[in-house]
């Protein structure tokens, strides 16, 4: 998918269903985007390969950025702690500590080298696990917070289409975009086929069902 102008955006992309919607939102809306993929030694590496594929099919660039939580923290950095297969109450174990806040901190950085007038990034508060860096509260506090402590003379703005929606609602809103959702991943266990126990799991199988929509990535 070719953009038809000249702005630029910055696109976080995990590999998941929702930034891959993201990433086609952007495009349909006319931004050339460059991907941002995080390689930050979470156990479901898959879905890094799979970020990939989605930027090249998309005709996006993409930037694979390495980085290190030495203190873990979360079941997604540390094989001790067992991703659970319940949906429980409260902040799960699969929140990774600021990871939202380092991941757009990176993508300011990048932005305001490449002169870009926007970062999209594809989390949404409902339907999801309870994790606080995907509240409205948050993104408006980073937001106002970023205008303070950037150099560039332009807005960069951050954006987040599918806050409120539900995830059924995004997986329709994909479908219209093109989005390749056999190629997207949101397992949160390491393996070549998706668990299909896991929250995220879930929240994807109950979105497909509620969307009337056969999830076509069963098996990557």
């Not at 594929?53 to 005709?59: F, P, R, V, Y």
């Not at 989005?179 to 199988?205: H, I, N």
């Amino acid at each position: 998918m070719k953009s038809k102008t000249s702005k630029t955006a910055v696109v976080l992309l995990s590999g998941g269903l929702d930034s891959a919607t993201v990433l086609y939102y952007a495009l349909a809306r006319g931004y050339k985007c460059q991907a941002l993929i995080f390689d930050y030694g979470q156990r479901h590496r898959q879905e890094v390969a799979q970020a990939v594929k989605i930027a090249k099919l998309s005709g996006c660039a993409h930037r694979i950025l390495k980085i290190d939580f030495p203190w873990k923290g979360s079941a997604l950095l540390d094989k001790k702690i067992k991703v659970p297969q319940k949906i429980g109450r409260g902040v799960p174990v699969t929140y990774v500590p600021a990871r939202n806040i380092i991941f757009l901190s990176f993508a300011l950085s990048m932005a305001e080298v490449i002169k870009a007038r926007a970062i999209f990034i594809g989390a949404h508060a409902q339907d999801y696990s309870g994790y606080p860096d995907c509240r409205t509260e948050f993104f408006k506090a980073f937001i106002k917070m970023a205008r303070a402590g950037l150099a560039a003379k332009y807005k960069i703005e951050i954006l987040v289409p599918l806050l409120n929606k539900r995830k059924a609602e995004i997986i329709r809103l994909g479908q219209i975009l093109g989005v390749p959702f056999g190629l997207t991943r949101s397992c949160y266990v390491e393996g070549k086929w998706p668990c299909g126990k896991c929250d995220s799991c879930y929240y994807r199988a109950k979105g497909f069902k509620e969307a009337g929509i056969v999830d076509p990535s069963i098996k990557i």
